[in-house]
């Protein structure tokens, strides 16, 4: 179990990390709900046609969406850029990669 948590600690650390934010929002998202509901005369559902899942899911998929785009795009375009100014520093100094074989 100790070589476990040591081989996989930051793994285990986000998702801990993952896991507390997503209930906080969870949390903090039910008491603007409930508390809207109330304004209006309604009663705060979880579940069903208005209740307060729909908004969570809707507010995550949105959050998960924008992130996972921004994370692509660094990707691709730190891929592509290094990529582009490796193949020119070795145009110019006549550097060779060795075969890893």
């Given at each position: 179990?100790?070589?476990?948590?040591?081989?996989?600690?930051?793994?285990?650390?986000?998702?801990?990390?993952?896991?507390?934010?997503?209930?906080?929002?969870?949390?903090?998202?039910?008491?603007?709900?409930?508390?809207?509901?109330?304004?209006?005369?309604?009663t705060p559902?979880?579940?069903?046609?208005?209740?307060?899942?729909?908004?969570?899911?809707?507010?995550?998929?949105?959050?998960?969406?924008?992130?996972?785009?921004?994370?692509?795009?660094?990707?691709?375009?730190?891929?592509?850029?290094?990529?582009?100014?490796?193949?020119?520093?070795?145009?110019?100094?006549?550097?060779?990669?060795?075969?890893?074989?």
């Open positions: 179990m100790v070589r476990f948590i040591k081989n996989y600690s930051l793994s285990l650390v986000l998702a801990a990390l993952f896991l507390l934010s997503w209930l906080f929002h969870g949390l903090t998202g039910w008491k603007a709900y409930s508390a809207d509901q109330l304004e209006h005369g309604g559902t979880l579940w069903g046609d208005t209740g307060f899942v729909w908004p969570f899911l809707e507010g995550t998929l949105e959050n998960w969406q924008s992130e996972f785009l921004q994370l692509l795009s660094m990707v691709v375009l730190t891929a592509w850029l290094i990529h582009k100014a490796l193949n020119r520093a070795t145009r110019r100094t006549g550097w060779k990669r060795r075969s890893m074989r």
